[in-house]
């Protein structure tokens, strides 16, 4: 049996720890269910710095280093991962989920000591990597990128996607690996709803891979378009398991979109009715505009749901068609009034700083706003590795970077901070015009349009 580290890298310092590492944990389960001996350090959790990660674990010895992380830990890892290196030469480092799953190559290019990335589920391939721990020839295995013997970037053969039937053969995520009491739990309230702000011991569940819509900004790699779903009975028991286990009393499903197959989601609620779980653990997920159903609603509402986070990102039928969010803004409008009819809380985020983003777009949205009691600060829309955004604009992200992607890599961070600008404004029009949409001032942003000589339709 092997000795295997896994780290989740720190992410939103800023904030603090609020959602469990769901997929690193599910790979610590698979791992344990194997018998392999498994360490699984949260640095998120306790903000752990390089250097403290070094002093911890300094003293062991691991056949088998694995990092997981969004794009937005790439400079974390790029700090640790050579230190680790001259402390265990002889140990095969890994890196998994969205970061090295959007940027393999350059990962194993920029980064020393980086033996292997894994694109997309890490299930299966982290098991196949152990096997080859010994020998270190990965050659065969599925879905990864790897550096050979030689010092060469290899590309293996694309690893198949997970079946619903493997999914639901998964063992629940390790939780007990993880610091649940003294960080989880202390920082469990979110402002979705009511009750999850209220909830002091809630967990996040991911139970979706991929989604059917292509919007332009998202990184659809890791899950793809094809959706497959664990079964709503996998889904209601892990969650029984976990009230158990841990008294939980909010379940967070952190799906790309729940409602996408009415009929699995009405089966959950059926499930989730007969367990005993309606009044005890009570939960909040997603859906696409185009998704909402008051028929739907009315049993989300019955079963325990007090949110729903609906993409919104425009209310400027253009910008929406051009991002391919394939809706409407009578549609968001429509999702937001039959939602907030069955009392649950509709949730929208919005962004800001398009491609064909005007002083239009910008004025439609912020009535959208204003018409419906938003207090909102918008994102900048960033073109995160993986998403179309990312390659349409990389001239754009080159220019603004000296023609060195990498330092666009490190720079990444909170959404709400400006990396690239790929609007047609200047970076201080649009940080201007982005805090005059938060505070919806639109008497100043017709202003700004009377400056430039445009007609603003206020309509």
Same mark, same amino acid.
């Given at each position: 049996?092997?000795? @295997? ?7 939103? %310092? ?11 944990? *599910? ?5 344990? #269910? ?9 640095? &998120?959790?306790?903000?752990?710095t390089v250097d403290e990660i070094i002093e911890d674990? !300094? ?19 790029? %700090? ?9 030469? #002889? ?25 292997i990335c894994v694109i997309g589920e890490g299930e ?6 152990? @096997?080859? *721990? ?26 198949? *996607?997970?079946?619903? #039937? ?31 702000? #209220?909830?002091?011991?809630r967990i996040d569940v991911i139970s979706e891979r991929? $989604?059917?819509?292509?919007?332009? /900004?998202?990184?659809? &790699? ?27 009393? /909010? ?7 729940? *409602? ?7 089966? /959950? ?20 505009? &185009? ?11 019955? $079963?325990? $749901? ?34 907030? !009819?069955?009392?649950? &809380? ?8 398009? %491609? ?41 992200? +080159? ?10 890599? +490190? ?21 201007? +015009? ?13 202003? /700004? ?9 206020? %309509?």
């Amino acid at each position: 049996m092997s000795k @295997i580290l896994l780290i989740n890298s720190p992410i939103r %310092e800023t904030q603090p720890p609020k959602n469990i590492p769901y997929g690193l944990s *599910l790979i610590a389960a698979v791992l344990d #269910e194997l018998q392999h001996e498994v360490v699984l350090l949260d640095a &998120n959790a306790y903000r752990l710095t390089v250097d403290e990660i070094i002093e911890d674990i !300094k003293d062991e010895d691991f056949d088998l280093i694995g990092l997981s992380g969004l794009v937005t830990t790439y400079k974390f890892q790029k %700090e640790l991962i050579p230190r680790m290196r001259m402390i265990f030469p #002889e140990s095969c480092i890994m890196s998994g989920g969205g970061c090295a799953t959007s940027i393999p190559k350059e990962m194993l290019e920029w980064i020393s000591g980086l033996d292997i990335c894994v694109i997309g589920e890490g299930e299966r391939t982290v098991l196949d990597v152990v @096997i080859h *721990l010994e020998d270190r020839d990965f050659s065969n295995v599925p879905g990864i990128v790897y550096r050979d013997r030689e010092n060469q970037i290899i590309e293996t053969q694309k690893r198949p *996607l997970m079946t619903p #039937e493997e999914l639901d053969q998964l063992p629940y995520p390790a939780l007990d690996m993880l610091p649940m009491e003294d960080v989880y739990f202390k920082n469990s309230s979110i402002a979705l709803s009511y009750e999850a702000l #209220e909830s002091k011991r809630r967990i996040d569940v991911i139970s979706e891979r991929g $989604c059917p819509w292509g919007c332009t /900004f998202c990184f659809h &790699n890791v899950g793809g378009r094809k959706v497959r779903y664990q079964s709503p009975k996998y889904v209601v028991e892990m969650i029984k398991h976990f009230r158990f286990k841990y008294a939980i009393d /909010f379940v967070t499903l952190v799906d790309e979109n729940m *409602l996408a197959n009415k009929k699995r989601a009405i089966e /959950f609620c059926d499930l989730y009715e007969e367990a005993g779980l309606v009044d005890v653990v009570k939960w909040g997920s997603t859906g696409h505009p &185009n998704t909402i159903d008051p028929d739907i609603l009315s049993r989300l509402k019955e $079963c325990g $749901c007090t949110y729903l986070e609906i993409g919104g990102e425009s209310a400027d039928n253009r910008i929406l068609k051009e991002i391919k969010k394939n809706t409407t803004v009578d549609k968001l409008q429509r999702a937001l009034d039959l939602t907030l !009819k069955a009392g649950i &809380n509709p949730v929208m985020n919005f962004m800001v700083g398009y %491609e064909g983003e005007d002083l239009q777009s910008i004025y439609r949205t912020t009535k959208f706003w204003v018409k419906n009691g938003f207090q909102i600060f918008p994102f900048i829309i960033t073109p995160y590795p993986g998403s179309e955004l990312y390659y349409k604009n990389m001239d754009k992200i +080159l220019d603004q970077y000296d023609s060195k992607l990498e330092n666009f890599i +490190l720079a990444l961070g909170d959404a709400t901070e400006l990396t690239v600008n790929i609007s047609n404004f200047s970076d201080p029009e649009l940080l201007g +015009l982005r805090d005059l949409m938060a505070k919806q001032d639109l008497v100043r942003i017709k202003r /700004f349009a009377k400056e430039k000589n445009i007609e603003l339709d206020d %309509e």
